[in-house]
């Protein structure tokens, strides 16, 4: 599995979590094709991100204007908080590779346009912050 395919995979994966409360393994399994096995790539994705979540949460938070969390569509937040679990925390990933593959997801999952923006500028925001530290 490619990562762009474990990036999509893994967005479906934390929204089924936020959604029903499911087990993280259990999201993963429901993502996966037949035949199609576990990615270590996605379960790091999904799991490093649920487990980073209250931390990454404080970051969109900070990067946010006139905008909360909560009031974010649960894609836009599963993208996010994907995206910024990336930036923080896996090392072999270029910053503007993360930004950039954040985008195409908001595009691809959702209908309005301004959504590709809105990400670019909140990870962008994420990534300075992220760099003065």
């Known amino acids: 599995m490619n990562r ?16 029903t409360g499911v087990n993280p393994n ?4 429901a993502t996966l094709e037949e035949g199609e096995g576990n990615d270590s790539f996605l379960s790091s ?7 980073h979540q209250h931390e990454i949460d ?8 006139h905008w909360t969390l909560s009031r974010l569509s649960r894609v836009d937040r ?3 908080r ?13 910053v ?6 954040a985008i195409d997801l908001a595009k691809g999952f959702n209908a309005e346009e301004e959504s590709g923006k809105f990400v670019n500028g909140v990870t962008s925001k994420i990534a300075s912050a992220l760099n003065e530290n």
């Open 4 to 19: 762009r395919v474990a990036r999509i995979k893994s967005v479906q994966a934390l929204y089924q979590v936020e959604m």
């Open 26 to 29: 259990e999201a993963i399994e």
């Open 45 to 51: 994705l999904v799991k490093g991100t649920l487990d």
């Open 58 to 65: 404080e970051l969109i938070n900070n990067a946010l204007e």
């Open 78 to 80: 599963a993208i996010l």
């Open 82 to 94: 994907q995206c910024v679990y990336e930036m923080k925390y896996i090392e072999d990933v270029p």
């Open 96 to 101: 503007n590779v993360s930004i950039n593959e």
